[in-house]
């Protein structure tokens, strides 16, 4: 069985990708600081694998920061004692927020930038090539109502991009210095948002969420009066900004069609759009929300925010092409699985 290092495997799309993992038959390492995320979710994410070949060995959780490099290589020589080394590595670890990113640049850099470094390093001492990378749409400079490629212009407009596209450019240094080795994925996410249909998988940022879904819940659970719509003014078909939103289980697939790929392949390195090529703006989204599950979600325009950018739509079909990924699930079913998260653990909250 082939043992796969996950940071930031307690997250958003970490934990739905763990999920999908271990039910393809792979044994999971999980390492994360849960600065942004809670332990509560391992079990959540055990009592969900629906295969019996499954046991609690496949699961291993470590807590730990990727900057901390004696806790990274500990981990790594654990496994290896075990006699199940690990072989690949996917990072999701990372502060994320744009707006936070703004106002926080130092702590992303060292975070984001040192941490990969870091795990980089205690790879390859331990013979292990192969890495998945959580990148960004936010490494390319918007282009209005134009999809962008992996060869379109690059220019983040933000220190959380900023740090993703650094990354980038230290991977690529990485593999040009020994290519014969290096297999380098860089899956560059447009606008995570759903749920598995569980409801026990779901975005549940710690503090004050950023995003567009974990806010947008709040209000419709009530807890907030009124979701903000930064901008009413952007040159876009109703004025409000355009994303790319993907269904964190299409994501999460894409994830397991990329250790196939590398799997399958020879040494290399690639970015690759992982977006569904339609863009929807926040008011779409809101009608859409409020249509399909029937409840109602008040809003206001307030001003732009730092860092915003009118249009962020992908061609993705290189994924399609390349690594053989199809998304399968709509912004109907992005709407109706964030709600049904939402309102379970709302129930779950009030019970305790």
Known sequence: ?????????????????????LEKGYRIIIVDSLINSSEEIINAIKSNVKVPSFTED???????????????????KEERRRNMPINLVIHFAALKAVNESVQNPIEYWNNNVLGTINLIEVMSKNDC????FSSSATIYKPMLNKQICEDSEIGPINPYGNTKLAI???????????????KIVSLRYFNPVGAHNSGNLGENPKGIPNNLFPILLKVALKKQDYLRVFGNDWPTKDGTCVRD????MDLAEAHVSALNYLNETKPNI?????????????LEIIETFKKVNNCDLPFKFIDRRPGDAPYVVANNSLALKTIKWIPSRNLEDMCRDSWNYAKKQNTIMHKI
């Open 1 to 21: 069985m082939r043992t796969i290092l996950v940071t930031g495997g307690c997250g958003f799309i970490g934990s739905h990708t763990c999920l999908v993992l």
């Open 58 to 76: 496949n699961l291993i959780f470590r807590r730990g920061d990727i900057r901390d490099k004696l806790f990274l290589e500990n981990v790594f």
């Open 129 to 132: 090539f192969k890495f998945v």
């Open 168 to 182: 980038e450019k230290f991977l690529s240094d990485l593999f040009r210095s020994n290519s014969n080795k290096w």
């Open 245 to 248: 939103y993907i269904h964190v």
């Open 270 to 282: 690639i970015g690759i759009n992982i977006g569904t090529g339609t863009g929807q703006s926040i």
